[in-house]
């Protein structure tokens, strides 16, 4: 089996204590991630509440030069283009990397760090995560994106930077996909689970996905329990419901974004090794093997490859 997931926060956990990519008590580590014959994993630089938008973007300049530390010493490569996925998934190692940013609060009202993050590697940007800042209004609020944010969007439209829908509140949602359609571009959502099945503010609407999914994006669902269900005993098959929700709507569109190592998660995918126990709830479910496969995999490779 292969997998290609769209988001964890397993880099900064690496930064913030020190800590090995190969051996962890973290959910991802390469020892477990050895269960897959190929694993590609989308590492986002998150930046903690407790930080201010400057300090912010001090930690990721120092996260993102520990990560590629590690990243080098165990021989995973750091992917920047659709051509290197490509070259990579015909005849590449085991495992690799493309660097994505959550929460663009650390471009700070400077349009010019959105050129710079894309210099840096930086190919997804999620440009909103929790209350208003200077970007707009996140899930727990009513409001859209400031001009700043709009132009930030913008920007990153132009230098090849795709925007991701997940954190976003349903005006700023609504605003980054017009932005997106505007420039004849996909935009992602890297973990957000359906909102038909838990009315979290956190998930995505039907039509929203119709939406992202119509430009060519795809959505990638969190392993979150309190995004899954709003019930306590949250388990595998509930992370393949929402997966076969989203199949029923657009196939081929759906994939991972479990949010490891940045959320609490099943106890039955406690970690990355787990995650293949998902396609026996899938198979249950009715999804074909060509389905299961693109979901771990073949779906975000193919937008990757197309849209970086």
Same mark, same amino acid.
């Given at each position: 089996?292969?997998?290609?997931?769209?988001?964890?926060?397993?880099?900064?956990?690496?930064?913030?204590?020190?800590?090995?990519?190969?051996?962890?008590?973290?959910?991802?580590?390469?020892?477990?991630?050895?269960?897959?014959?190929?694993?590609?994993?989308?590492? &986002?630089?998150?930046?903690?509440?407790?930080?201010?938008?400057?300090?912010?973007?001090? $930690?990721?300049?120092?996260?993102?030069?520990?990560?590629?530390?590690?990243?080098?010493?165990?021989?995973?490569?750091?992917?920047?283009?659709?051509?290197?996925?490509?070259?990579?998934?015909?005849?590449?190692?085991?495992?690799?990397? #493309?660097?994505? $940013?959550?929460?663009?609060?650390?471009?700070?009202?400077?349009?010019?760090?959105?050129?710079?993050?894309?210099?840096?590697?930086?190919?997804?940007?999620?440009?909103?995560?929790?209350?208003?800042?200077?970007?707009?209004?996140?899930?727990?609020?009513?409001?859209?994106?400031?001009?700043?944010?709009?132009?930030?969007?913008?920007?990153?439209?132009? $230098?090849?930077?795709?925007?991701?829908?997940?954190?976003?509140?349903?005006?700023?949602?609504?605003?980054?996909?017009?932005?997106?359609?505007?420039?004849?571009?996909?935009?992602?959502?890297?973990?957000?689970?359906?909102?038909?099945?838990?009315?979290?503010?956190?998930?995505?609407?039907?039509?929203?996905?119709?939406?992202?999914?119509?430009?060519?994006?795809?959505?990638?669902?969190?392993?979150?329990?309190?995004?899954?269900?709003?019930?306590?005993? $949250?388990?595998?098959?509930?992370?393949?419901?929402?997966?076969?929700?989203?199949?029923?709507? &657009?196939?081929?569109?759906?994939?991972?974004?479990?949010?490891?190592?940045?959320?609490? #998660?099943?106890?039955?995918? &406690?970690?990355?090794?787990?995650?293949?126990?998902?396609?026996?709830?899938?198979?249950?479910?009715?999804?074909?093997?060509?389905?299961?496969?693109?979901?771990?995999?073949?779906?975000?490779?193919?937008?990757?490859?197309?849209?970086?």
């Amino acid at each position: 089996m292969k997998l290609c997931d769209m988001h964890c926060d397993t880099a900064m956990a690496l930064y913030r204590g020190g800590l090995d990519l190969k051996s962890n008590d973290l959910h991802i580590c390469l020892d477990r991630a050895a269960v897959f014959e190929k694993y590609l994993q989308l590492n &986002a630089f998150f930046t903690s509440p407790r930080c201010s938008d400057e300090e912010g973007w001090e $930690v990721f300049l120092k996260a993102r030069d520990y990560f590629l530390g590690q990243c080098a010493k165990y021989g995973v490569s750091v992917l920047s283009s659709g051509d290197e996925i490509a070259a990579w998934d015909k005849d590449g190692g085991q495992f690799a990397s #493309v660097l994505t $940013v959550e929460d663009a609060r650390i471009l700070a009202g400077h349009l010019g760090r959105v050129e710079e993050l894309y210099r840096l590697g930086i190919r997804v940007v999620t440009p909103l995560w929790g209350g208003d800042t200077c970007i707009g209004g996140s899930h727990d609020t009513d409001h859209g994106l400031t001009d700043f944010g709009r132009e930030a969007v913008r920007e990153m439209l132009r $230098v090849g930077i795709v925007p991701d829908l997940s954190h976003a509140s349903f005006r700023s949602a609504d605003e980054i996909l017009d932005l997106c359609e505007e420039a004849g571009k996909s935009p992602v959502a890297t973990h957000m689970n359906a909102y038909a099945l838990h009315p979290h503010s956190r998930n995505l609407t039907d039509e929203r996905y119709l939406r992202l999914t119509g430009m060519g994006g795809v959505a990638g669902i969190s392993l979150y329990v309190r995004h899954l269900s709003g019930r306590e005993d $949250v388990t595998a098959d509930d992370a393949a419901a929402h997966l076969c929700h989203y199949e029923s709507l &657009a196939p081929g569109h759906a994939g991972f974004g479990c949010d490891y190592d940045g959320s609490d #998660v099943p106890a039955d995918l &406690a970690e990355i090794s787990r995650l293949p126990a998902a396609a026996g709830c899938l198979r249950a479910r009715g999804l074909t093997e060509e389905q299961i496969d693109g979901i771990y995999y073949g779906n975000v490779l193919r937008f990757l490859k197309k849209r970086i």
